[in-house]
């Protein structure tokens, strides 16, 4: 199983950015993916995740800026990012529970600044 993330950047405060995650290889059962992240000497979060029967979970800090489409059929998971801060700077990593094991895709940079 492999994860290509794409869609990091640099962008203005206020400003839009979209993620994508596709998920490549024996795929029998995908059940939980998702996004996290993780700023300069702290933890990695959980952001956001999304269940395979539809179920959408969202970090406080995001919860009406983000959104997280999943596109089953494509295996692709996305993070649509409004209204972005200064603080949503942060490496962003995509995760997939699939074929009951973990996997983390390399990691994409957002940096938000003027």
């Known amino acids: 199983v492999q994860l290509q993330a794409s869609g990091g950047g640099l962008v203005q405060p206020g400003g839009s950015l979209r993620l994508s995650c596709a998920v490549s290889g024996s795929i029998f059962s995908m059940n939980v993916m998702g996004w996290y992240r993780q700023a300069p000497g702290k933890q990695r979060d959980m952001v956001a995740v999304?269940?395979?029967?539809?179920?959408?979970s969202y970090a406080d800090s995001v919860k009406g800026r983000f959104a997280i489409p999943r596109d089953n059929a494509k295996n692709t998971v996305y993070l649509q990012m409004d209204t972005l801060k200064p603080e949503d700077t942060a490496v962003y990593y995509c995760?997939?529970?699939?074929?009951?094991?973990?996997?983390w895709g390399q990691g994409t940079q957002v940096t938000v600044s003027s």
């Open positions: 999304a269940t395979s029967i539809g179920g959408k």
């Open positions: 995760h997939v529970f699939v074929n009951s094991k973990d996997y």
